[in-house]
């Protein structure tokens, strides 16, 4: 759906990111860890922006591991910290439902604690995994949480990709998704239908957050424009892509890319 774009300043954090195995390349984006490292630092606040993606987060407390689910449809402020372990899979849009058979109707839009929700089938497995991290370094962690994936795609492969090809070709704004959705076999009911349930979110929502991604993009690596942007991502006009970048990332493109611009050359 989207490309991963590293919050800023994660040296920090101790982040380190990895690609999935191929076989879960169309549902997973990356496998992640950070923190840990010792250095405890002033805790820093970051913006996470909406891609109908998920993250499935465990972080490794001393006492108990908290275990989360967050469906990325708004975009999120959240404080990080270097001290405490962390480690997580960023699902892309769709992937939660079909490798794990979850629901994004059942979820808010803000991370929620998955205590209940570990007995369920898509969820079979994952606690004994995470107690073992413990135990382990952030890399061996990450290639245990992936064998788990491989395991529960070999037991419960997704019955269709067909949503997962719409998703893809809704988030390279390569046709208008009512179009895109004849070609596979869907009327525009059915396509709403399908992506509320399986991905928590509109054909349209699906627009605004691949045209997001786009703008974020254009604003750090090229000088263009705000005017020239618009037009490359498809809004109207500068005041169009303004008004609903802004809906979105709370802050205007101008903001953002001074912001983040200021952030790396500070780096």
Same mark, same amino acid.
Not at 54 to 81: G, Q, V
Not at 84 to 110: N, Q, S, W, Y
Not at 180 to 196: D, I, Q, V
């Given at each position: ?20 195995d191929k076989r879960l390349a ?30 499935? +987060?465990i972080k490794l407390a001393s006492?108990?591991? &908290?275990?989360? !689910? ?5 975009? *999120?402020?959240? =404080? $990080? ?23 994004p109707e059942a979820f808010t ?51 269709? +990709? ?7 070709? &809704?988030?390279? !704004? ?5 179009? *895109?959705?004849? =070609? $596979? ?83």
């Amino acid at each position: 759906m989207t490309d991963f774009i590293l919050p800023s300043n994660t040296n920090y954090l101790n982040f380190r990111h990895r690609l999935p195995d191929k076989r879960l390349a169309p549902w997973v984006q990356c496998l992640w860890s950070m923190g840990g490292s010792g250095d405890v630092t002033e805790p820093r606040t970051e913006k996470f922006y909406p891609d109908a993606g998920a993250s499935l +987060s465990i972080k490794l407390a001393s006492s108990h591991p &908290i275990i989360t !689910l967050c469906f990325n449809r708004r975009t *999120l402020i959240e =404080t $990080l910290d270097a001290y405490t372990p962390c480690m997580g899979i960023r699902f892309k849009a769709a992937g939660v439902h079909c490798l794990l058979g979850l629901l994004p109707e059942a979820f808010t839009d803000k991370p929620q604690r998955l205590d209940d929700e570990l007995e369920t089938p898509g969820l079979q497995g994952l606690m004994h995994v995470v107690e073992r991290l413990y135990q382990l370094d952030a890399q061996q962690g990450l290639r245990l949480l992936e064998t788990w994936l491989l395991h529960r795609l070999a037991s419960h492969p997704p019955a269709s +990709s067909r949503i997962t090809t719409m998703v893809q070709a &809704i988030g390279e !704004l390569q046709l208008p998704p009512q179009q *895109l959705g004849a =070609t $596979l076999g869907f009327t525009r009911r059915t396509l709403e239908r399908k992506l509320k349930r399986e991905v928590g979110v509109t054909p349209g929502q699906l627009v605004a957050y691949a045209r997001l991604n786009r703008a974020r993009h254009g604003l750090l690596e090229t000088t263009l424009s705000l005017a020239e942007i618009a037009l490359q991502c498809g809004y109207y006009d500068q005041a169009h892509f303004t008004h609903a970048f802004q809906s979105l990332a709370y802050e205007t493109p101008a903001a953002y890319r001074k912001r983040k611009l200021s952030q790396i050359y500070k780096a």
